[in-house]
Structure formats: structure tokens, C-alpha cells
């Protein structure tokens, strides 16, 4: 008997914030970010886009036709995989995007930085305006 309970649900896309949304959002001080904390994150990010520009000629090779045998299944395997790399949901497709969006992110970070020191400044005044002379 087969009740198809053991198959997973496919993954459902979820929304992210773009990085231009993610920079407005970082700029209305809807989000900050410690100096320290955020050159982590920039860093690690752009350690990824580096990966990614120096490789980047080998990886748009996913989106051709793998040398295959010319049988009619070596065909549909070469077809499949070029489809599949190059789609909606593709490997191919969303290194694209990361490669698009990260240095945005990257920007919307260092404007959470600027809010974080500049809320930060504003609250020291405060504090110092408070203490005795």
C-alpha cells in the first residue's frame, strides 16, 4: 500500500527582502547594526560575491547542454539539466540573484552601521546632558 505519506511537501518559496528594501528599511532605521557585528556580516557576504565573480565563468556553464552521447536519453538528461539549472527555482538562477543582490545588502549593512552610530551618538549626548556638572 501506497499512500505517498513518506514524500516530503515541496518546499514553498518564501519572500525576502530585496536589497534595495533591505537598504530603505536600514536607512529608516528599521534595523541596525554594531560596527563590529556588521563588518562581520559584510565581510562574510562579500567573501561570497568574491567566490562568486572568480568562478562565475564556470558556473554559467550550468546553463549549457553537458557533453553527453547523442542517445535519445543522453539527449533528454542534457535538455533536463539545462532546464532545471536555468529555471524559476535553478541553481544557475539564483547564484544570479545572489550575485545581483548581494553587494545591495552589503550597502543596506553599512547604512544599519551609519543608523546604529548615529542613534548611538544621540543617546550619548542625552546621557551626558543628564550627568551633574
Given amino acids: ?3 505517498n505519506s513518506d514524500r516530503e511537501e515541496p518546499l514553498k518559496a518564501r519572500r525576502v527582502l530585496s536589497g534595495v ?35 562565475w565563468a564556470e558556473l554559467e556553464k550550468l546553463g549549457s547542454a553537458p557533453p553527453l552521447s547523442t542517445t535519445a536519453t ?10 532545471t539549472a536555468g529555471d524559476e ?26 543608523g546604529y552610530a548615529e542613534t548611538e551618538t544621540e543617546h550619548r549626548k542625552v546621557i551626558d546632558g543628564l550627568s551633574p556638572s
Fill in 21 to 55: 528594501e533591505l537598504k530603505k528599511l536600514a536607512v529608516g532605521h528599521g534595523f541596525s547594526v554594531d560596527e563590529t557585528t556588521g563588518e562581520r556580516m559584510i565581510r562574510a557576504l562579500q567573501d561570497i560575491v568574491d567566490v562568486l565573480e572568480q568562478r
Fill in 89 to 114: 527555482y535553478g541553481l544557475l538562477t539564483r547564484l544570479r540573484q545572489a550575485r545581483d543582490e548581494l553587494p545591495q545588502y552589503i550597502e543596506a549593512i553599512r547604512a544599519a552601521k551609519r
Fill in 1 to 3: 500500500m501506497n499512500d
Fill in 74 to 83: 543522453a539527449r533528454w538528461i542534457s535538455q533536463r539539466t539545462v532546464a
